[in-house]
Structure formats: structure tokens, C-alpha cells
């Protein structure tokens, strides 16, 4: 085992410079440049890990760069609550706090607004604490992806990912309740 240890440092040690070139050339976002470099020696790592024979490191680290290099310009971008915003008859963006019911119209829209945000937060609670914790930094607090990961040390991939399941737990949680809210 430390010998296989060994043969991917030396990997490492030998093509970090170029494949950091390589990918920085193509790549105009050095934060994503330096995820894609991660994400490589990764994947080497694994596949030394699942046994799995490669001839040509250099050629296989390169290809595996240019597939994600690949990916990134062909994911989709992360849609925020604020893109995805409704707006008013005058063109202006409604923020979360116009789309529910006011407080002062009444005892039954005040009923709405309670069980919207009742809902809300229960669905929040029920999502992992890394998927809840970048769902409210990004969506609630404004903190961009960058900046969370610079602070956390959690790459930007990781991080939309973890959003992105959120998403997709709260649109799928909060579907019924929105659609008895748009009926009533």
C-alpha cells in the first residue's frame, strides 16, 4: 500500500504544474480551474484505489481534465430564489416576504402566512445540515459560493451540489402546500 502511496505522490509531484497550466489555460475562473485540478488527483486516487490498471498516467490525467473541463461549461448555473423571483404589475422583483400573505389582511391570510413559514422551516429542518446550512447562506443571508468556500474549505462543486439537493427536497416538500395556497 505504500508503495501504491508513493506512485501517486510522485504522479502528483510530476504533472501538478502542467495539468495546472493546462486546465488554467481553458478555465477563466482560477477557483474553478483549482477545483478541477482536485477533482483530478481525486479521481486518480480512486481508480488506484479500485485497482483499476492505467497505462498512461499523464494522457489519462489530462483526458480526465478535459472532461471536466467539459462539465463546467456545460452544467447548468445554479438558479437562486432571487432569479427564479415573480414580478409585479410594475416589472418589479417580489422578494419571499411579498410572496406570502400580508399580516395585516386579515385573520385567514395571517393563518397562510403561519403555515407557509411553518412549512418552510420544517422542511428546512428536515434536510442535512450541510444542504440546510449553504440553502440559507446562499438564498437567505446573499453569501455567494465563493465565498463560503473560501471560508469553509469546501469546494464550490460540493457546495452547489449540496444546494442543489436542498432545492430539490424543498420544491418537492412544498409542492402541496403551494398548490393549495395558489387554489385558495
Known sequence: MAKQDQRIS?????????????????????????DIVQEVFYE???????????EHVTG????????RITDLFCKPKPKAFSEAA??????????????????EAGPEALYFRHLLLEEL????????????NVFVA?????????????ETGVSVNTLLSRKRYA?????????????EFTKA
Open 44 to 54: 486518480l486516487v480512486e481508480a488506484n484505489r479500485l485497482l483499476m490498471p492505467i
Open 60 to 67: 489519462w490525467l489530462f483526458r480526465v481534465a478535459r472532461n
Open 10 to 34: 510522485d504522479v502528483v509531484k510530476r504533472e501538478q504544474s502542467r495539468l495546472r497550466n493546462f486546465i488554467r489555460r481553458r478555465v477563466p475562473d482560477p477557483s474553478d480551474a483549482e
Open 138 to 150: 446562499h438564498e437567505l443571508e446573499g453569501r455567494s459560493f465563493k465565498q463560503m468556500a473560501a
Open 121 to 132: 422551516e420544517q422542511a428546512l429542518a428536515e434536510l442535512p445540515a450541510e444542504q440546510r
Open 167 to 179: 432545492v430539490l427536497h424543498l420544491r418537492e416538500r412544498l409542492q402541496t402546500i403551494y398548490d
Open 86 to 103: 415573480l414580478e409585479d404589475e410594475a416589472g418589479e422583483l417580489l422578494q419571499i416576504e411579498d410572496l406570502l400573505p400580508s399580516p
